[in-house]
Structure formats: structure tokens, C-alpha cells
């Protein structure tokens, strides 16, 4: 079945600007996440969704960071006058939702986001 | 989560079995064993998970010991494709993940 998909798979911008990713989980997955991953580096988490809430805020790094979900489906991480230091790998990922104890994460491919 | 233990790197010839130890010695009860890798430039994928028992799926096979103090992916018939970095984790319930250094696969023609 198809995975979880992320759009664009590239984005070059400059500094100063918005850019919008998306993210489309897999079908019937109630919880999505988003993470960082700078070049090297470890997974960074941003925000959790269960549904089209978000009670866990606590990853994203600053209020030029927002993401909403609708229709418990797709998601959109929106991050406003980007700064040098945003560049990095942007991944989503979905689960059926954390009320399982085997909630198994599945990740998209990632955008590369690159801020010059 | 309990902390995990995996070689740095490891070479595998292709077409052969790769065996990719981890250890968790300070796991409890409840938690599970998850492995994930993540060939470059590409996001993590998910290969396999288990708690108690052995496991296996299309892509390998999860051997726990029965102290639960480590385990063992393995990968039956490696190719050039499952060149990568492998992760062990050790989790229930949190949802932030996070992967520790893991393990560097290359696969050698």
C-alpha cells in the first residue's frame, strides 16, 4: 500500500521567506509526527498529532514554527521567515496512534530544505 | 527508554546472511525491541520489532535471547540495496523517537 509521502522532496529558498511542507500519512493512521534532521545529526522532534489536535508542541524550535492537520489526514509544517540555520532534513511520520503499545512509526521521505 | 549497544560498523558480503547485534542489558519488561535503518539521504524505514519472541518478515529476522538483554536483526540474503545505518531502539508508548549513533552496513559485491 502506499507509505507516507512529503512534498516537496526539495526546496531551496532564501533567507527571510516562508516555505510550506506537506505531508500526506498513511491511510487510517490517526497519529502523525514531524521531525528534524540536520545533515549528520540525530532525529529532532517537532510536533505530534492525534488527529487534527496537537498536544505535544514542545519540539518546535521557535514561533516561526507552526503545523496544523486536517481532516486527520494531511499535515502541513509552515515555517515563516526562515533563518540559515533551518536548513535540514524535514521527515513525517504516521502511526495508527499512540494508544497502541506497539505504535510503529513509518516515515516519509523527507524534504530537504536548504535556506541560502 | 533503555539505552542500547551496537558495533560502530560492519562490512557484509552480498548474497550472504548479516547478522547485526545489539544489546540492551537495562531493557524492562514491557519494552519492546525496534529496528530501523536508514540508507542515505533517505528517511528511516521501519524493518522489524518484537518484545519477547522471535520475529520475522519480509525483510529479516529478530532473534531475542530469552534474558532479553540483546538481540540480533538479521538480514538472510544481503544485497548492495541494504547498504546503510541500522538502528536499535528500545521502547514503549514514546513517541519521540530518537536513534543512537547505530550501525554502518556496507554490503560488498
Known amino acids: 500500500g502506499a507509505g507516507v509521502s512529503q512534498s516537496p522532496s526539495n526546496k531551496v529558498t532564501e533567507k527571510g521567506k516562508d516555505v510550506e511542507l506537506r505531508c500526506d500519512p498513511i491511510?487510517?493512521?490517526?497519529?502523525l509526527y514531524w521531525y528534524r534532521q540536520r545533515l549528520g545529526q540525530g532525529l529532532e522532534f517537532l510536533i505530534y498529532f492525534q488527529g487534527n489536535s496537537a498536544p505535544d508542541k514542545s519540539g518546535l524550535p521557535s514561533d516561526r514554527f507552526s503545523a496544523e492537520r486536517t481532516g486527520e489526514s494531511v499535515s502541513t509544517l509552515t515555517i515563516q521567515r526562515t533563518q540559515q540555520e533551518d536548513s535540514a532534513v524535514y521527515l513525517c511520520?504516521?502511526?495508527?496512534?499512540?494508544?497502541?503499545?506497539?505504535?510503529?512509526?513509518?516515515f516519509g521521505p523527507g524534504t530537504r530544505l536548504t535556506v541560502l | 527508554d533503555a539505552k542500547t549497544t551496537q558495533p560502530t560498523s560492519m562490512d557484509c558480503a552480498e548474497g550472504r546472511a548479516a547478522n547485526l547485534p545489539c544489546n540492551h542489558s537495562t531493557i524492562s519488561g514491557n519494552e519492546y525491541v525496534y529496528w530501523y535503518r536508514q540508507i542515505h539521504s533517505q528517511g528511516p524505514q521501519y524493518i522489524i520489532h518484537g518484545l519477547k519472541n522471535n520475529e520475522t518478515n519480509e525483510m529479516a529476522s529478530l532473534i531475542i535471547t530469552e534474558d532479553r538483554k540483546s538481540s540480533t536483526l538479521i538480514l538472510p540474503h544481503a544485497t548492495l540495496r541494504d547498504t546503510a545505518v541500522y538502528y536499535c531502539?528500545?521502547?514503549?508508548?514514546?513517541?519521540?523517537?530518537?536513534f543512537g549513533a547505530g550501525t554502518t552496513v556496507t554490503v560488498r559485491a
Open positions: 511520520a504516521s502511526s495508527l496512534g499512540v494508544i497502541y503499545r506497539t505504535d510503529t512509526q513509518y
Open positions: 531502539i528500545v521502547r514503549v508508548g514514546d513517541y519521540k523517537l530518537s
Open positions: 491511510s487510517g493512521h490517526t497519529a
